[in-house]
């Protein structure tokens, strides 16, 4: 569904982030991308809805080749990625509904989103979606009155209302304490599930990422060193994506997750 | 282990802003230097001066008592005009900004539009008012529309240069996010780039609406028109009671204008 071909970005002070990377993600599939820091990682997901433009390359989501696409042909395509981010990126002087609506303007004319008319479907869909993530009770807040874990939870509302056929997640829980985190990647991964949605996670907690996505890619200095299921991150693995450090804790205590979970 | 690094204990101090010493000292020697040699050649007349206090006094006391009532009627038409010309030079002069300083955000223009706003920016803010209002005097003559035209020019090349400063300022991860969802720019302006902006421009617009007024007496007096012109008939005809009644509303309406805006700011914040 999303297809990365010889994908190729170098910035302007000629620093290569990314390698040639070949990576395709079937529909509803939940993909972890782990690496350490400047692997290129955020560059990839972000050269995939052009917030980055790749130096070279192609990316096909379904047959539309996205790197060729004009402004206006790229504005449409933006609307089937949602994306997640870091410091979850709210409009903190927007209303929650504010900024969970401004996931649809892709799809209404300048009016309507100036004047806030957006139509009722929309508006229905957006108290679904805060229902779901458990702030219905918020919509009238200001973003920058709520908690992290809050912020991040109607940032996936906005990415979700886009009615996307993937989400972009950038760092999803790296602002986020251990256990928001969790409830955070959880939430992703049913709504996924739920929404029969591709994903691409990027996130540098190997563990979680274990957790959670049903593939793992380590990314290092712009290449694909690993592809492969979460139980395939045996040290040797993990080292090379990282680099010598002691593995075994990590890996270990990812069982145990499992079995408390089971 | 604590004794032992006691006894050698390592030298640290704050490097120092400029690395070389010679250039260091240098600065403030040749500054003080500078200073000194300025002050010297300032050339006060000191005797000038003394004679100078009670002609001030003199001067000042003329002011007093203000007068607010034979001339009230020129004060009141006076005050009116001012603040019309100060609202209009306001509004039109911040809408003509708006776009002049989207254009002069680096962060929003391509290249060539950003090069002629910032043009267009630094010419309006190189004359001073007084000199904008001297030549549209020339160009409209006396009255209040030569006023409005120099203030409104005034505002734009303060208005301009703040919302391009603040745009360049603002927080690259919502405006990002904002275009990921695929919205138009016109929308990505309203969402992204407004909320971010509007608290510091509508206390900035309230503080030129402070300026404008304060300049429109100034305009005034070369013949802009408004409480400027009143208050310079008042010195010609020697009338100081009603200068200084005059200078007082003034200050008044400043006071009430920095008063009201430090509550507004608050509100829209």
């Given at each position: 569904?999303?297809?990365?071909?010889?994908?190729?970005?170098?910035?302007?002070?000629?620093?290569?982030?990314?390698?040639?990377?070949?990576?395709?993600?079937?529909?509803?599939?939940?993909?972890?991308?782990?690496?350490?820091?400047?692997?290129?990682?955020?560059?990839?997901?972000?050269?995939?809805?052009?917030?980055?433009?790749?130096?070279?390359?192609?990316?096909?989501?379904?047959?539309?080749?996205?790197?060729?696409?004009?402004?206006?042909?790229?504005?449409?395509?933006?609307?089937?990625?949602?994306?997640?981010?870091?410091?979850?990126?709210?409009?903190?002087?927007?209303?929650?509904?504010?900024?969970?609506?401004?996931?649809?303007?892709?799809?209404?004319?300048?009016?309507?989103?100036?004047?806030?008319?957006?139509?009722?479907?929309?508006?229905?869909?957006?108290?679904?979606?805060?229902?779901?993530?458990?702030?219905?009770?918020?919509?009238?807040?200001?973003?920058?009155?709520?908690?992290?874990?809050?912020?991040?939870?109607?940032?996936?509302?906005?990415?979700?209302?886009?009615?996307?056929?993937?989400?972009?997640?950038?760092?999803?829980?790296?602002?986020?304490?251990?256990?928001?985190?969790?409830?955070?990647?959880?939430?992703?991964?049913?709504?996924?599930?739920?929404?029969?949605?591709?994903?691409?996670?990027?996130?540098?907690?190997?563990?979680?990422?274990?957790?959670?996505?049903?593939?793992?890619?380590?990314?290092?200095?712009?290449?694909?060193?690993?592809?492969?299921?979460?139980?395939?991150?045996?040290?040797?693995?993990?080292?090379?994506?990282?680099?010598?450090?002691?593995?075994?804790?990590?890996?270990?205590?990812?069982?145990?997750?499992?079995?408390?979970?089971? | 282990?604590?004794?032992?690094?006691?006894?050698?204990?390592?030298?640290?101090?704050?490097?120092?802003?400029?690395?070389?010493?010679?250039?260091?000292?240098?600065?403030?020697?040749?500054?003080?230097?500078?200073?000194?040699?300025?002050?010297?050649?300032?050339?006060?007349?000191?005797?000038?001066?003394?004679?100078?206090?009670?002609?001030?006094?003199?001067?000042?006391?003329?002011?007093?008592?203000?007068?607010?009532?034979?001339?009230?009627?020129?004060?009141?038409?006076?005050?009116?005009?001012?603040?019309?010309?100060?609202?209009?030079?306001?509004?039109?002069?911040?809408?003509?900004?708006?776009?002049?300083?989207?254009?002069?955000?680096?962060?929003?223009?391509?290249?060539?539009?950003?090069?002629?706003?910032?043009?267009?920016?630094?010419?309006?803010?190189?004359?001073?008012e007084i000199?904008?209002a001297?030549?549209?005097?020339?160009?409209?003559?006396?009255?209040?529309?030569?006023?409005?035209?120099?203030?409104?020019?005034?505002?734009?090349?303060?208005?301009?240069?703040?919302?391009?400063?603040?745009?360049?300022?603002?927080?690259?991860?919502?405006?990002?996010?904002?275009?990921?969802?695929?919205?138009?720019?016109?929308?990505?302006?309203?969402?992204?780039?407004?909320?971010?902006?509007?608290?510091?421009?509508?206390?900035?617009?309230?503080?030129?609406?402070?300026?404008?007024?304060r300049e429109s007496a100034v305009v005034g007096i070369v013949?802009?028109?408004?409480?400027g012109?009143?208050?310079?008939?008042?010195?010609?005809?020697?009338?100081?009671?009603?200068?200084?009644?005059?200078?007082?509303?003034?200050?008044?309406?400043?006071?009430?204008?920095?008063?009201?805006?430090?509550?507004?700011?608050?509100?829209?914040?």
């Amino acid at each position: 569904m999303l297809r990365l071909v010889d994908l190729v970005k170098q910035y302007k002070t000629g620093d290569k982030a990314l390698k040639s990377v070949n990576l395709e993600v079937p529909n509803g599939q939940v993909m972890a991308l782990i690496g350490p820091s400047g692997a290129g990682k955020s560059t990839l997901i972000r050269c995939v809805n052009r917030l980055v433009e790749p130096t070279s390359g192609k990316i096909f989501l379904d047959d539309t080749e996205l790197t060729t696409l004009s402004q206006g042909q790229l504005r449409r395509a933006r609307r089937k990625m949602g994306m997640i981010f870091q410091e979850y990126a709210l409009v903190e002087r927007l209303t929650v509904m504010e900024n969970v609506l401004s996931g649809r303007l892709g799809y209404v004319p300048f009016w309507r989103s100036y004047f806030r008319k957006f139509p009722q479907s929309d508006i229905d869909e957006a108290f679904r979606l805060l229902a779901r993530v458990g702030l219905d009770h918020m919509v009238d807040k200001r973003a920058d009155e709520l908690s992290g874990g809050q912020r991040q939870r109607v940032g996936i509302c906005r990415a979700l209302i886009q009615n996307p056929q993937l989400l972009l997640v950038d760092e999803p829980t790296a602002s986020l304490d251990p256990k928001t985190s969790r409830q955070i990647m959880r939430l992703i991964r049913e709504l996924c599930a739920e929404r029969k949605l591709s994903a691409i996670i990027n996130i540098h907690d190997v563990l979680l990422a274990q957790m959670f996505a049903e593939r793992i890619v380590g990314l290092q200095l712009g290449e694909i060193v690993y592809d492969g299921p979460p139980d395939g991150l045996t040290p040797d693995v993990l080292t090379q994506i990282y680099g010598e450090e002691d593995w075994e804790a990590t890996i270990s205590k990812v069982e145990d997750e499992d079995e408390e979970a089971a | 282990m604590t004794a032992a690094m006691g006894t050698g204990g390592r030298q640290w101090k704050r490097p120092p802003l400029i690395k070389s010493p010679l250039l260091r000292w240098g600065l403030v020697v040749g500054g003080a230097a500078y200073l000194a040699v300025v002050f010297g050649t300032m050339d006060v007349n000191w005797s000038r001066v003394a004679d100078g206090f009670p002609r001030g006094q003199r001067f000042l006391a003329s002011f007093f008592p203000p007068d607010f009532v034979s001339r009230a009627a020129d004060i009141w038409e006076g005050i009116l005009e001012s603040l019309w010309i100060t609202i209009i030079s306001t509004v039109f002069g911040i809408l003509i900004s708006i776009p002049v300083g989207l254009g002069a955000a680096r962060n929003l223009a391509p290249r060539p539009v950003y090069l002629l706003s910032r043009a267009i920016l630094a010419i309006s803010r190189t004359f001073p008012e007084i000199i904008i209002a001297l030549f549209a005097v020339k160009l409209f003559g006396f009255g209040p529309f030569a006023g409005f035209i120099a203030l409104s020019i005034g505002t734009i090349g303060f208005y301009g240069k703040l919302l391009a400063e603040d745009i360049e300022d603002m927080d690259p991860g919502q405006a990002e996010a904002v275009k990921a969802t695929g919205a138009g720019w016109f929308q990505w302006l309203n969402y992204a780039v407004q909320p971010q902006v509007m608290p510091r421009m509508i206390g900035l617009g309230m503080y030129r609406f402070d300026i404008n007024f304060r300049e429109s007496a100034v305009v005034g007096i070369v013949g802009g028109g408004g409480i400027g012109a009143t208050l310079l008939t008042s010195f010609d005809r020697y009338e100081f009671d009603s200068a200084a009644a005059i200078l007082l509303i003034i200050i008044g309406i400043v006071m009430a204008v920095e008063y009201s805006s430090s509550y507004i700011r608050k509100w829209v914040q």
